[in-house]
């Protein structure tokens, strides 16, 4: 199943490391970035055990990053 999400209004307390490297990556989504040569990111793979906050994660970054979110569930696609 894919789910397309528009940007969420949420705020989440924890993951320090994540939002660490969610912030420092901001700045390579900025257009002023092209000129300096520096490679866009390409998107964010998230995997673990379920109920550990992938998804929520998601909705962090994408709310933090301005941008809308997929997300894809690779176990139903094994189901089907």
């Given amino acids: 199943m894919i789910q397309f999400s528009p940007t969420p209004e ?3 307390q ?3 490391i ?3 490297w969610a912030t420092t990556i901001t700045t390579l989504l900025e257009p002023e ?3 300096f040569n520096l490679p866009f990111p390409k998107g964010v793979l998230l995997v673990g055990l379920p109920g550990t906050g992938k ?3 998601v909705k962090c970054l994408s709310q ?3 941008i809308p ?3 894809l569930d690779l176990g139903s696609f094994c189901n089907s």
Avoid: K, T
């Fill in 10 to 12: 949420v705020e989440v």
């Fill in 14 to 16: 924890g993951l320090p």
């Fill in 69 to 71: 979110s997929i997300l």
């Fill in 55 to 57: 998804s929520l994660a």
């Fill in 18 to 20: 994540l939002q660490e």
């Fill in 64 to 66: 933090l990053w301005g």
């Fill in 33 to 35: 970035a092209s000129q």
